[in-house]
């Protein structure tokens, strides 16, 4: 039996799961992926501050179901990785060279750490990033 696939969603591609309005681009991708995951087929591993960034936007964007969508969020219980050393020096770096938030690159610092896929939906960090591997963009996913 081949092992699943290990997959980094950042913040982009879990917040395509609450907001499912028409005019959100690749939602049925992103959904797709989350398919994967609830059945079995490839596992998510995610920095801890995930919650906090989805949180924030949730919280801006939807404050009156921004509880009930982190409540089922928070009830996946996604694999963690807590910053380490070694992951936060790779974000810095990441950082530097891609000229991006620590926020970003931490979702992308696990992927390498982790021998993962970063998945996102945000085009312009992909665009500085994808010489650094282990990155997919969303768009390109096929679930």
């Keep these: 039996m081949i092992a699943p696939s290990l997959f980094v969603p ?12 028409p005019d959100e681009h690749d939602n ?5 992926l989350l398919n ?6 490839c596992e998510f591993i995610l920095p801890s501050l995930w919650v906090f960034e989805c949180g924030n936007i949730l919280g801006l964007k939807t404050p009156d179901t921004a509880q009930e969508i982190l ?3 928070l ?4 694999q963690e990785c807590s ?4 992951i936060a020096i790779a974000a810095l770096k ?15 610092a696990v992927a390498l750490e982790k021998a993962a896929t970063l998945i996102t939906a945000d ?6 990033a994808k010489a650094k591997g282990n990155i997919m963009l969303l768009e390109n996913f096929s679930p």
Excluded: P
């Excluded at 049925?28 to 797709?32: F, P, Q, V």
């Excluded at 994967?36 to 087929?41: I, P, Q």
């Excluded at 085009?123 to 500085?128: D, F, G, N, S, T």
């Design 10 to 21: 950042d913040a982009s591609v879990i917040l395509k799961w609450a907001f499912r309005s």
């Design 28 to 32: 049925d991708k992103a959904l797709g």
């Design 36 to 41: 994967l995951w609830l059945s079995g087929s």
């Design 71 to 73: 409540d089922i969020f």
């Design 75 to 78: 009830g996946y219980r996604f």
């Design 83 to 86: 910053m380490s050393l070694s």
């Design 94 to 108: 990441l950082m530097r060279e891609c000229k991006a938030t620590f926020y970003d690159t931490a979702y992308h």
């Design 123 to 128: 085009a312009v960090y992909y665009r500085k």
